[in-house]
């Protein structure tokens, strides 16, 4: 069974145990409202070991500032689909031709304290494709194996005080990588899909 058919059947399997809790910190927003449709790519590479690809946002971005990320953003009115989004993200911002990508599915949606709804996308793709960051956003494109992400004991529950409130989150941290917030949340319900 490929890489691709492992993950696809863990995805099948999944829906089919019904909605699992989200993680992360759900609190901060009017469900009955809308949330900004966005989409990340969970770029899964096919190897022995498989990885993640993941981005370091640069420092001069105005939300979100040096934080590791899945590539990915909001869904423009031209994209067709969530899919669609992430894959033109993923292009714009580490130069993945979407063709590479063989999309598996769609996981679980992550709502943002931010507001935005994010939809992960997983796809998988050939190991060592030469990725650029794009300069403007990205400051680094690096993998990360997969087996560690989902790994319960690397996956920490933070706790800490904002804005006069308890805010929960995870936190997984990969050699000098800190990865933590919405990634890390959509990191630990990927986790559940795989267990």
Avoid: C, K
Wanted: proline letters at 7%.
């Amino acid at each position: 069974m490929t890489l691709a058919e492992r993950l696809r059947a863990a995805l099948d399997a999944a829906e089919m145990r019904g909605p699992l809790p989200l993680a992360g910190d759900h609190f901060d927003f009017d469900p009955t409202q809308p949330g900004r449709a966005a989409a990340v790519l969970v770029a899964v590479t096919d190897r022995a070991e498989p990885g993640v690809i993941l981005t370091q946002r640069t420092e001069s971005l105005r939300q979100h500032s040096g934080q590791v990320a899945f590539p990915g953003g909001r869904v423009d009115p031209e994209d067709d689909s969530a899919i669609a989004a992430a894959l033109r993200e993923a292009h714009e911002e580490i130069g993945l031709p979407p063709a590479e990508v063989e999309v598996v599915g769609t996981t679980s949606h992550y709502r943002t304290v931010t507001g935005y709804d994010v939809t992960p996308v997983i796809g998988v793709v050939r190991p060592g494709l030469p990725l650029v960051a794009a300069e403007a956003e990205v400051a680094a494109v690096f993998e990360v194996p997969l087996a560690f992400l989902v790994d319960p004991a690397n996956q920490r529950e933070v706790r800490a005080h904002y804005q006069g409130r308890e805010r929960r989150y995870y936190e997984i941290n990969w050699h000098d990588r800190r990865i933590w917030g919405a990634t890390a949340a959509m990191i630990v319900n990927l986790a559940h899909v795989l267990a």
